[in-house]
């Protein structure tokens, strides 16, 4: 992917992820447990691409802890100590308006107001680029998603069941219609 920018390429990622997901799903493949794999090394369950095809309860959970990994993954990486992220955070919250931002000292807080701002910074201003267990943060997400925890490599320990439902319910206080479907 030589000469693709890096939004596209992790967009172009990211649906190639989700039809491989699809496909594993067709197949009956299922995944379940703790797994220190990183997230090259990691299998899936089907998240459907197409809208002829019905899509399972596990594999909506599976695409909703997709799309709110990316904060959790931030949250969890600036508390537990990396300064590189939260400087990053920081310059990028200072430089919009106050109803926009979304990181509170060492908090991120997504409301519908900012989660815009919070996904620019993720995908295209260096916050899915600090590493983690070799991997960039952004790397994370899927496997995030996949395995329904959050990776030790990135928060010292695992995160999963109620502990990850605890720090989503954080994140997403002041978004009441993200909290009523908490996928973690």
């Given amino acids: 992917m030589v000469g693709v920018p890096r939004t596209a390429r992790r967009q172009l990622l990211a649906a190639s992820a989700m039809v491989l997901l699809a496909l594993a799903g067709a197949a009956g493949c299922s995944s379940s447990g703790s797994s220190s794999a990183s997230p090259a090394q990691s299998t899936s369950p089907a998240q459907s691409t197409s809208p002829a095809q019905s899509t399972s309860p596990a594999q909506q ?41 979304w990181l509170t000292g060492t908090k991120v807080e997504l409301t519908a107001a900012n989660d815009s701002g919070f996904t620019d910074w993720f995908n295209n201003a260096g916050g899915a680029s600090a590493q983690f267990g070799g991997q960039e943060l952004g790397d994370w997400q899927q496997w995030a998603a996949t395995h329904g925890e959050l990776p030790a490599q990135v928060c010292g320990t695992a995160v999963s069941g109620a502990a990850a439902r605890q720090l989503y319910t954080k994140v997403y206080a002041g978004w009441p219609s993200m909290l009523s479907s908490n996928p973690w």
């Fill in 61 to 101: 959970r599976s695409s909703d802890r997709y799309a709110s990994a990316p904060a959790l993954l931030a949250q969890c990486a600036i508390s537990h100590g990396a300064q590189a992220e939260l400087h990053s955070a920081q310059q990028y919250n200072a430089s919009h308006p106050k109803s926009q931002q």
